[in-house]
């Protein structure tokens, strides 16, 4: 069990992430264990407020929640660590306060952005991404025979753009069609792929079939089970995957209770919000081999096995 220790609190934002040179798998003859491993935290949601009980969220806690998870993950041997959305729950200030922790992590690290990292004020909108250290909002990268394609699902969203947007209109237009057929994930919270970042998806799909390459989707949104968490445009994006043979599974944050399911043996894995809870904390090791991901669930964490079905 994860519990409280203190936290170090440092000052400054996170440096622009460097360019990623990739990383290969381990070689037949030394493999006892997997191909490559890497980390995965999901929704550490830090603001310096008091915590909402109904909801069980206990967002001052998330410093010493993500410090002592970054401790624990150093003693692995990652090729990176993602930190899938809602790094922070509101105001800008508070993303001077956690950015700095990851500081000591000494593996690779990417983000991906959340709703909440969003909840700032509007001369504020276009400066996440950077603050993040993201190449852009939406980007690629490769290591071990996979290809990860990280997805913006903010960017047809009420909340990521400021008013008098192209993209507002976009969205309040998919969101009342969804509102009109009683779809569950019709919520203000919720977002989508703009039609220019779903057709990279697909451009970016057929690059690595070309190469040979495995995919993993990292994402702050679900899209399926079927939830009132998913993105407005869930279906067209599992219809497209699922479409891929070499498409293996699908990481997301943003459900804090977490969830998982299955499509033709392609896996969709919903990881648990670390803010929840005062005193339990939530994060993972991926481990890749040739024929499955193990998933090492520490704290509220679920450890899981899944073949790999590609051809």
């Known amino acids: ?39 995965i ?22 410093l010493w929640k ?10 692995e041997d990652l090729q990176f660590v993602a930190t899938l959305g809602d790094i922070i729950d509101r105001h800008w200030q508070s993303f001077d306060d956690i950015m700095p922790l990851y500081d000591a992590l000494k593996h690779k690290k990417f983000f991906l952005l959340g ?14 991404v950077r603050t993040a250290g993201m190449p852009s909002a939406y980007y690629d990268f490769t290591g071990g025979g996979y290809r990860f394609i990280v997805l913006d699902g903010n ?23 969804l509102q009109e057929a009683n779809a569950m994930n019709a919520m203000t919270w919720n977002g989508s792929l ?7 998806l697909q451009a970016t799909l057929d690059k690595a079939k070309q190469a040979g390459e495995k995919v993993i989707i990292l994402c702050h949104y679900p899209v399926f089970p079927a939830n009132v968490h998913n993105l407005w445009d869930s ?21 804090h209770a977490g969830n998982y399911g299955e499509v033709s043996g392609k896996y969709f894995v919903n990881f648990k919000g670390m803010v929840d809870t005062p005193d339990i904390s939530a994060f993972s090791v991926i ?25």
């Open 287 to 311: 481990e890749v081999y040739g024929d499955k991901i193990a998933i090492r669930g520490f704290g509220r964490e679920t450890s899981r096995s899944l073949s790999i079905r590609t051809v």
């Open 194 to 200: 703009s039609d220019e970042q779903f057709a990279w």
């Open 235 to 255: 279906e067209r994006i599992v219809d497209l995957l699922t479409s891929y043979d070499n498409f293996v599974a699908y990481f997301n944050g943003h459900n």
């Open 66 to 75: 993500l410090s002592e998870a970054i401790t624990t993950l150093n003693r």
């Open 115 to 128: 709703n909440h990292d969003y909840d700032v004020a509007a001369d504020y909108l276009n400066s996440v």
């Open 1 to 39: 069990m994860i519990t409280r220790r203190s936290t170090l609190k440092i000052g400054g934002m996170a440096a622009l992430m460097a360019p990623f040179a990739g990383f290969g798998a381990t070689s037949a003859g030394a493999q006892a264990g997997p191909d490559f491993r890497f980390g």
């Open 155 to 177: 960017d047809v969203s009420l909340f990521s753009t400021p008013k008098g947007h192209p993209k507002q209109e976009i969205a309040r237009e998919r969101l009342r069609k």
């Open 41 to 62: 935290i999901a929704d550490p949601q830090y603001a310096p407020v008091v915590p909402n009980l109904k909801s069980n969220r206990y967002y001052a806690n998330s």
